[in-house]
């Protein structure tokens, strides 16, 4: 009954990391235009592993694919193979994790069948949520060592100490970073159940029974020995 409570909850909780990295990769805000320093903030831009978009703060947004491939930096083309491989299986070991609940009953299948139809879907979502952390990662890598300020100054009065500053600002983590940690972790934490509770499913090994032995013809007992299921 635990085993089965925690390959349910397990099962549970990688269903919803999957949905969360789904849900993150196609999200267009990755990362978003830092808005802490400037004047105008009617106007900002985002973008996202397959979008750039520019918004407004009526609510109106425009936004417009990335028409090259060759043309993307290489390490945003690692994050689009890592979270779609994170994607296809989480897919997969939903379908696996399915048939394997030990709640469900397929046909005439053994526990020990369904035990290592669990395990392997742990693995595999574990697996997941390792592509997803690490994609989301890298990108935040990215926009840490792009974020700088250019400062440019010149001569004259102005409210930063004598000088006319310019401020060209960079970008910030966008709320797609967030659902996609979160996801990974959750995966992560879904095929650990996975895998604790395929140690519960699996049956004890039947004992071999010695009391058992054939008797002869005569009445004694032979040294042939049968093993009873």
Known sequence: MAASMIQLIGFMLSALGQFLISAATAMDMWSLQDRSLTVVTNVYTYSGLWNSCVGTAYGTTQCRPYFTILGLPALL????????????????????AIFALKCLKMGNMEDNIKATM????????????????????????????SFQFTTYSSGGFSM?????????????FGPALFVGWIGGAILVIGGVMMCVACRGMVGPRPAYNDSYKAQSAEGRQT?????YV
């Not at 040294?223 to 093993?227: I, K, M, T, V």
């Open 223 to 227: 040294s042939q020995r049968f093993d």
């Open 118 to 145: 669990t395990l392997t879907a742990g693995i595999m979502f574990l697996l997941a949520g390792v592509c997803g952390i690490a994609g989301v990662s890298a990108f935040a890598n990215l926009i840490v060592q």
């Open 160 to 172: 930063y100490g004598g000088a006319n500053v310019i401020i060209k600002l960079g970008y910030t």
């Open 77 to 96: 083309q690692a994050v689009r193979a890592l979270m779609i491989v994170g994607i296809v299986l989480g897919a997969i070991s939903c379908l696996i």
